[in-house]
């Protein structure tokens, strides 16, 4: 069965220090995976989009690494600010479809 | 322009009304979506338009209706909603089916009385 799960639930940080979310996924066949950041009532953000062959992506202060070997990917955010609170949602797209984790609730506090 | 743009950004109905969600996009996007999204919930795909088509009907009741008049715009009409169909509904659309561009709107968030 296609599932991405995500982990964790949920994540509290004080201001600026980094933190990394975990997304692993059984989805196949596998064509890319996409990193979305996603404001309370907003749309979905796409931060990153990654490939079988890339290993390593950044956007500023996000870094998100794909292992496709054991089919996991990780997001991490350096430094981070209150502005970053948000959901994290891991989407990865296999064949025809777009698979999504249920999401990480990041809440950075000062 | 690259942006998705929906409207109304809010919507409050009762369960008799008829109204419409608007979706717009002028990246010569071909493939455009409506999602679904429950509170703390990830996104559930409804439909999906490729070339102007629908594609996919996620098994979506009858009283959601969706209507792609021309590459640029998908509608979302809504007749006899359940307090249930309370939800952020998103718009998507990207360069070609599942392809490059992937870009979500802002959302129309959605209350039925």
């Known amino acids: 069965k296609n599932q991405v799960e995500q982990s964790p639930q949920s994540l509290i940080i004080l201001e600026g220090k980094n933190c990394t979310l975990q997304?692993?996924?059984?989805?196949?066949?596998?064509?890319?995976l996409r990193w979305y950041k996603q404001d309370t009532g907003r749309g979905p953000v796409s931060l990153t989009i990654?490939?079988?062959?890339?290993n390593t992506k950044s956007n500023g202060r996000y870094t998100a690494t794909l292992d496709a070997d054991t089919k996991q990917s990780s997001l991490h955010i350096t430094a981070s600010q209150l502005s970053d609170s948000a959901s994290y949602i891991c989407?990865?797209?296999?064949?025809?479809?777009?698979?999504f984790g249920a999401g990480t609730i990041l809440r950075v506090k000062s | 322009d690259t942006e998705v743009t929906q409207t109304p950004k809010h919507l409050v109905m009762g369960m008799t009304n008829k109204k419409s969600l608007k979706c717009e996009q002028h990246?010569?996007?071909?493939?455009m979506y409506w999602y679904k999204q429950k509170a703390k919930k990830p996104p559930e795909l409804m439909f999906v338009?490729?070339?102007?088509?629908?594609?996919i009907n996620e098994s979506v009741p009858s009283r959601f209706s969706p209507e792609c008049p021309n590459s640029s715009l998908l509608n979302l009409h809504l007749h006899a909603l359940q307090p249930e169909d309370s939800a952020l509904y998103l718009c998507?659309?990207?360069?070609?089916?599942?392809?490059?561009?992937?870009?979500f709107g802002s959302g129309t968030r959605l209350t039925v009385v």
């Open positions: 990246m010569g996007h071909r493939a």
């Open positions: 997304c692993n996924y059984t989805v196949s066949p596998f064509s890319n």
């Open positions: 998507a659309s990207s360069l070609t089916l599942l392809g490059e561009g992937y870009t």
């Open positions: 989407v990865v797209r296999g064949g025809n479809k777009l698979v």
């Open positions: 338009y490729s070339y102007e088509k629908l594609s």
């Open positions: 990654m490939t079988f062959s890339e």
